[in-house]
């Protein structure tokens, strides 16, 4: 008949255990309804627990639709201003990289003038010159062949006295560099630069992105703790006032001192405090995360089981930082100075430019007259040009030069502490996810304990405080199981950003 007994307890619990875990959202939600209920009416004297435990009572009581960990995420993302300024942060630096295309653009100039000379010199044919002028012109840079051109028409009219004449003019001119600024080399420097400055930004927000989304879902793993350890303080509160009042009758029944009645009731005290801050704390913790995402704080109900081990991506950490977001940053500080270097040798060569031009000249003492009656002309030349004495050019090539050696090393030892810190967190990741599965075998042991203590008070061969010790015991047990997982999860958390996979 005992034994009938026995495993009647422990199917009975087995069940218990089963459904808890298959409505895991809805019973969470009504065990914090049923411990501050008990707050709310065994304990009316404090008035501040009273008010704290209304506060958390309302904030669970009026939704059970918890909020997962994905759930948080993606509403984060979606809704936070910070992933906002970063996507507005992204458009700025796409519309500087086109703000640098500049020698797609025509320059159009224009221009007029009037002039006046005249006297009493034997040597000019005329006594009094009026000029008038008036020129249009367009230039542009050939993309990719660092050619310039330049379209040109003038009208000029001539008044020797009183004797109009009009010529009109109509020009193009061709420079091409042959050797420095070949292909037009120094023209896209700024364009260059602007490409790369444009996806090391877009690797930067990425970076910026997962490091602000580790910190807030490494708060909602401390939202979810918060939650279980109100719950585990609040059982810690619910056993000490059972022990007080079995202390009581039994100090009643002279089989106690005083001074153990008063211990209880200092530890009975005590427990009230510790409900009272872990239940402020998870008010504003639960507040802070509304705010977030731009919920009610109502809503901001967390489902997360701590103690559930992740399978993890496993790397090898000294061929993965090499092409990790954060070494990425010194390949393209590194490739910005390589370019500048290129532009700054090339500068020091010297200045060749091939010159053509075609020009088409009408005159007549008409104005519509000019138009006719052209004469044309052609002319092809060379420009060379070459500095003497110290040059910026060289110091540029040096400094540059160091810039990139230093580049090189800052990034060896950026590497050297990447693979450290995946190091440390895959050892912290594999001891965590370890412990976590032993303080679930410590947890079922001690819950064994406890329904052992039962057994023997149930049969008449224990006592009741022994059964509300054990149960203190486990709550405590369970307290330090609750830590450690939170701990793990937040590893976990870390090892995924460090790694370039928390956000995509």
């Keep these: 008949m005992k034994l009938l007994r026995r495993y009647r307890l422990y199917i009975f619990i087995f069940c218990v255990n089963f459904i808890k875990t298959s409505l895991k959202s809805f019973l969470d939600a009504l065990e914090y309804v049923f411990c501050l209920l008990t707050v709310l009416y065994n304990y009316k004297g404090d008035k501040m627990l009273k008010r704290v435990s ?3 009572f309302l904030l669970v009581s009026l939704n059970t639709n918890a909020i997962t960990l994905n759930e948080f995420s993606e ?69 990719n062949s660092g050619a310039s051109v330049n379209l040109k028409h ?43 400055d444009l996806m090391a930004k877009q690797v930067s927000l990425e970076e910026q992105a997962e490091t602000f989304l580790a910190s807030k879902l490494s708060k909602f793993i401390d939202l979810a703790l918060k939650q279980e350890i109100v719950k585990n303080h609040q059982t810690s509160l619910d056993l000490s006032k059972q022990q007080l009042d079995l202390d009581e009758e039994k100090y009643e029944n002279s089989l106690i001192d005083k001074s153990v009645l008063i211990q209880q009731k200092d530890s009975y005290v005590k427990a009230k405090q510790q409900l009272l801050q872990s239940s402020k704390e998870l008010i504003i913790e639960r507040r802070e995360l509304a705010n977030l995402i731009g919920l009610k704080e109502s809503d901001m109900i967390v489902n997360l089981d701590l103690f559930e081990v992740h399978n993890l991506t496993e790397i090898e950490p000294s061929s993965f930082v090499k092409d990790s977001r954060l070494i990425q940053k010194f390949d393209f500080d590194k490739a910005r100075f390589q370019r500048q270097l290129i532009t700054f040798e090339d500068k020091t060569m010297p200045s060749v430019n091939l010159n053509l031009g075609l020009s088409s000249l009408g005159e007549n003492d008409k104005y519509f007259g000019s138009f006719g009656n052209r004469d044309y002309s052609w002319n092809v030349g060379v420009d060379i040009s070459y500095p003497l004495g110290s040059r910026k050019e060289l110091i540029d090539v040096e400094r540059t030069e160091i810039s990139i050696n230093d580049v090189d090393a800052k990034k060896e030892e950026a590497e050297i502490a990447n693979v450290q810190q995946i190091n440390y967190l895959l050892a912290q990741v594999d001891l965590l996810s370890e412990l976590v599965v032993l303080y679930l075998e410590q947890g079922s042991l001690a819950e064994e304990m406890v329904i052992e203590e039962q057994i023997k008070f149930s049969e008449a061969r224990g006592q009741k405080s022994l059964v509300i010790a054990a149960k203190r015991n486990a709550n405590l047990a369970n307290l330090t199981y609750l830590q450690a997982a939170g701990t793990y999860q937040k590893i976990v958390i870390d090892y995924k950003a460090a790694i370039d996979q928390l956000y995509q």
């Design 54 to 56: 209304l506060s958390v």
């Design 75 to 143: 509403r984060l993302v979606e809704t936070h201003p910070y992933f906002v300024q970063l996507s507005l942060s992204e458009k700025t630096s796409l519309l500087d990289q086109k703000s640098s295309l500049t020698y797609t653009d025509w320059n159009i100039n224009a221009g007029a003038s009037e002039s006046f000379s005249g006297g009493e010199d034997t040597s000019t044919l005329y006594d009094d010159l009026y000029t008038t002028k008036y020129e249009v012109s367009a230039n542009r840079k050939v993309e």
């Design 154 to 196: 003038s009208l000029t009219r001539s008044d020797k006295d009183s004797n109009a004449s009009h010529s009109n003019l109509l020009a193009i001119d061709y420079v091409r560099p042959l050797l420095q600024n070949k292909g037009g080399l120094n023209d896209r420097l700024a364009t260059d630069l602007a490409s790369l």
